[in-house]
């Protein structure tokens, strides 16, 4: 989860988005979507899937650069 919440971290800062416009978007409280981003909050489906839409990614893509990373690590 650590790492998909840092992939979601990243693509927010890469689009220049602040935490406020992100959740607003998900339909998320902002501190929700920041302990999401720092892998210390699990998550619903339904939440992952709103944001991968908000930033037009595949969900599959948001999973699998995180069992990469994951992979590459261990």
Avoid: H, P, W
Avoid at 33 to 44: H, P, S, Y
């Amino acid at each position: 989860m650590k790492k998909i919440g840092q992939n979601l971290a990243d693509l927010r800062r890469a689009r220049r988005k602040d935490v406020e416009t992100v959740a607003i978007a998900a339909n998320v409280r902002s501190d929700l979507l920041l302990r999401i981003e720092k892998g210390q909050q699990d998550f619903r489906l339904k939440t992952l899937f709103a944001l991968c839409k908000y930033y037009s990614v595949d969900f599959e893509s948001i999973i699998n650069q995180a069992e990469l990373i994951s992979f590459k690590l261990t």
